[in-house]
Each structure stands twice: as C-alpha cells, then as structure tokens.
C-alpha cells in the first residue's frame, strides 16, 4: 500500500501563484506520478504526469506553459508549481501515482492521495 499525502493547497487570485507537494511512501523509477484535478460538478482530470523518475512528462493542453511538475526521486517528493492561475484552475487536486507511462486517465491510477483545494479568486 502506498501513502500519498498533499499540501500547499490554499486560496491565491488570478495571476497569483501556489506550489502543492506530495510525499510518497514508496517512489520508484518505474511509476508514474502525477497530478490531477476535479472541480465541483466534473470529472476527475489529468493536469500533469511525470515519468520514469523525471525523465519526460505530459500536460493538460489547459495548463502548458504556467505549471510545472517535478519530482524528489530522494526525498519520495513530487512537486505542481502552478504560476499564472486563473479562476477555472479551481478545484480538488490529487496526487497519484501509477505504472509505467499511464497516469493519464483515472483508471490507470493505482493510489490517490485525500487532496487539497486550490480556489483562485477572480
């Protein structure tokens, strides 16, 4: 079983910035983690997956060029550097991590962490 846990969730307005974090209990090369987002009344969706340990990594068309995932491989640590947030960026975010070069659909998803809200202001 592994643990994830989040934080650096909070409230920040438009154009402001936040970073969440995640610790893992267990990371290896071979997961993927990532991070993904639900706002109230939607779906659970893919914001940014990293892999093989920091090698490569996917984002949401909705968030290029103003997030940045990056990961701890020694401190089991992975990281969503959020700048330039907009309103819609409102939502439940999760860390979670998978196998492989999943970790873009829910499914594909073998642990979830609890989540953190993110709420940006106009």
């Known amino acids: 079983q592994v643990h994830l846990v989040e934080s650096g969730g909070g409230s920040a307005q438009a154009g402001g910035s936040l970073r969440l974090s995640c610790a893992a209990s267990?990371?290896?090369?071979?997961?993927?983690m990532a991070w993904f987002r639900q706002a109230l009344g939607k779906e659970r969706e893919a914001v940014a997956v990293?892999?093989?340990?920091?090698?490569?990594?996917y984002y949401a068309d909705f968030v290029k060029g103003r997030f940045t995932i990056s990961q701890d491989n020694g401190k089991n640590m992975v990281y969503l550097q959020m700048n330039s947030l907009k309103p819609e960026d409102t939502a439940m975010y999760y860390c979670a991590q998978g196998w492989g070069n999943s970790c873009r659909n829910p499914p594909e998803v073998n642990y979830w962490g609890q989540g953190t809200q993110v709420t940006v202001s106009p």
């Open positions: 267990y990371m290896y090369n071979t997961n993927c």
């Open positions: 990293i892999y093989s340990g920091g090698m490569s990594s």
